[in-house]
Each structure stands twice: as C-alpha cells, then as structure tokens.
C-alpha cells in the first residue's frame, strides 16, 4: 500500500493546479493538497506542512510548490518516501530575480494584482498550443481567489529561499524530475542538475508544456506520476 500523496501547488496557484492528477490518482492513492499561504518564509511554510501532513506521505511539488519540498525534505527526510519535483529551482533566488519582485509587490500593494499577474507572469508559463488560452484563465481565476496578502507573502518567501543542492544531494528515496520542454521559467537544464544530484532520480520532460505540464498535458503528467508511484512501491 503505498504512503498518502501530499501536492504542493506553486505560486499563486491552489489544488486546481492538480486537478487531473488527483482526480486519476485518488482511486488508488488518498491524496491531500497542502497550502503553503500563511508565511513569507520558506522555513515557515515548510513547517506547516509538516504539521499536518501524515507521519510518512509521498511529496510532489510544482514551482514554489517544489521550493518548499526542498524544504521539506532537508527538515523531515525520514518522513518522505518518495519525492517528486516539477518545473522548479533548487537554487537561491538570483540577485536580479529577488530585486526584480519589488515593482511587482508595489503595484499589487497598489490593487493591481490582475495586471502583474496577466502582463508579467503568467504569459511567461506556457507553452503555445490549443489549450493556452483556458488554462491562462484558470490561472487567473487561482490567482484572484488567493489575493495580493498571498502575493506579497509569497515572493518574499522566494526572495529569501535557501539554496538545497545540498539537500538534494542526500536524497534517498525513489525521485522524479519533471518539467515542460518549454519552461522558460525554470528551464530544463536546471532540472539537468537536480537529476544528477540525487541519485537514482529519473528525469522526464514533457513535450509540448511549459512552467504547468499538469495542466498543460495533464495524461503525460498523470502517466510520469504513476511511474514513480510504481518505483515507490517496488
């Protein structure tokens, strides 16, 4: 039987962001989405999923949802029984990246969320393709349910992040790196080396995605998931 699955989404996204992934994964798996909304810290926000999530859970994260695994996994390691990490950075925040956060906390301290979040970010995730423009809305949709406090809270939590190469390093459990061809974002070759730093992890790229492959090509994303799932059981 295999440990519960604990998903964390990235930012300014909520359990939407999996939502074909639960729904295939949930007839054999007891699956919980964890917030990690409430802190401005890394540190913190791993910290409360360790609070309620089970004893011992399988851990995926997409984006800042696989910042705070990173996290996670440096704090608990004996907790997680299998490690999935998408379309993220196991580095600091560069320089240029953290300062660059501070117009866009400005405007959205301001009332513009909606604009940072549609001129700024979000048309920057994707890959081009049939299904861009809806799943663009459903980002938007995300984004507004969550608000400009979630915002600012959580880019200083990537403004300050720690870098967890090291982390990776020590990584002992079955592992998948995912991510979009096309992330742009966090690019593949960062998911190059998260692959070489954990020994054993499996890497897989999905065609035709970029920064949101679970909902860019959601059956690829279920597909890759339950490989892993199957090497957590193995």
């Not at 705070?68 to 996994?73: G, Q």
Request: glycine share 6%; net charge negative.
């Amino acid at each position: 039987m295999a440990d519960p699955l604990v998903l964390l989404p990235g930012m300014m996204c909520d359990a939407r962001l999996f939502a074909p992934q639960a729904a295939a994964l949930s007839k054999d798996h007891e699956i919980f989405v964890a917030k990690i909304l409430a802190h401005d810290t890394v540190a913190a926000l791993a910290a409360d999923v360790l609070a309620t999530a089970p004893p011992r859970f399988m851990l995926a994260g997409l984006s800042m949802g696989g910042i705070v695994a990173m996290e996670i996994v440096r704090r608990a390691p004996d907790r997680i029984s299998a490690l999935c990490l998408m379309d993220t950075n196991p580095r600091a925040e560069a320089p240029e990246v953290a300062a660059a956060r501070i117009p866009q906390m400005d405007r959205v301290r301001a009332g513009d969320l909606r604009a940072v979040m549609r001129d700024e970010m979000k048309p920057n995730y994707l890959a081009a393709g049939p299904r861009r423009t809806e799943v663009l809305d459903l980002c938007m949709a995300m984004a507004e349910a969550l608000g400009p406090e979630v915002f600012l809270r959580q880019s200083r939590a990537l403004q300050t992040r720690p870098d967890q190469r090291d982390t990776l390093r020590g990584v002992r459990v079955p592992t998948l790196i995912l991510c979009g061809r096309e992330d742009t974002l966090c690019p593949l070759h960062r998911h190059e080396e998260m692959a070489a730093l954990v020994p054993g992890a499996r890497l897989t790229v999905v065609e035709a995605a970029g920064h949101l492959p679970t909902l860019e090509q959601p059956r690829e994303t279920v597909d890759a998931m339950r490989s892993w799932i199957g090497d957590a059981l193995a």
